[in-house]
């Protein structure tokens, strides 16, 4: 079975500054997807990213990128010019191609912004 | 445009009852997921439905159960509640069409305590 594995549970940044969330993961699947999930206290979990496993390229979403290690089965967050309103729960989740439309997601990692 | 809605926020019961909880999707989704999130976990993912059938399931008993109307809308059941059963029920709704694109949205869940 895939499992993920976020092995910060808490991580805490200055405000306008630099984090990276890590999140590892296992399959023997070639092709999938990865996702990095916000969960703020309103409870509803947002997409902040997702990654095609067979796209070299790193995604981007404005302040939010990844660095996914195929090889490595390595899939980190980073969050630039962090904000008072990114600390939240963070989730990575998979999903494989050939595992219908379940997500795995992982136990999450919680951050704080300090101001 | 609504998004996903979840019906009731909170509910406690007490062991042994049997609860229904409620999702609608959002407007044009056709495809309807429930997951559990136990408190310092991540979403589990419990079973989807699609065109009114059950299409994938995840490691859940038979006591969890569901059903979709022909609105797309759905409801998970579960039966002879345990106290392990107390958790964030979430719902994700997607376009049949979308899953490729993992185009899923969630909903801001409903937290069942069992007591």
């Known amino acids: 079975a895939q499992t993920v594995t976020q092995s910060q549970p808490e991580m805490s940044v200055q405000e306008a500054e630099t984090v990276t969330l890590s999140c590892t993961y296992d399959?023997?699947?070639?092709?999938?997807?990865l996702f990095w999930y916000k969960q703020p206290p309103s409870r509803q979990m947002i997409l902040v990213i997702r990654?095609?496993?067979?796209?070299?390229q790193n995604a981007t979403e404005n302040r939010f990128s990844v660095n996914f290690q195929k090889a490595a089965k390595s899939f980190s967050l980073k969050i630039s010019d962090s904000q008072l309103g990114d600390a939240a729960m963070y989730f990575c989740?998979?999903?494989?191609?050939?595992?219908?439309?379940?997500?795995?997601f992982g136990t999450g990692t919680s951050l704080t912004v300090i101001p | 445009d609504a998004g996903v809605t979840q019906s009731p926020t909170h509910l406690i019961k007490t062991r042994g009852q049997q609860v229904t909880l409620r999702c609608s999707p959002k407007?044009?989704?056709?495809?309807v997921s429930w997951y559990q999130q136990a408190l310092g976990q991540g979403p589990q993912f419990i079973f989807q439905?699609?065109?009114?059938?059950?299409?994938q399931r995840g490691n859940f008993p038979d006591r969890f159960s569901g059903h979709q109307f022909p609105n797309y809308s759905s409801e998970l059941n579960v039966n002879a509640l345990l106290l392990g059963d107390s958790a964030l029920y979430l719902c994700a709704s997607s376009l049949r069409d979308h899953l490729r694109k993992n185009i899923q949205y969630f909903g801001a869940g409903t937290r069942l305590s069992v007591l």
């Open positions: 439905y699609y065109e009114e059938e059950e299409r």
């Open positions: 407007s044009g989704h056709d495809t």
């Open positions: 989740a998979y999903r494989g191609s050939n595992t219908g439309n379940q997500f795995y």
């Open positions: 399959t023997s699947e070639s092709d999938y997807y």
């Open positions: 990654q095609e496993a067979y796209k070299q």
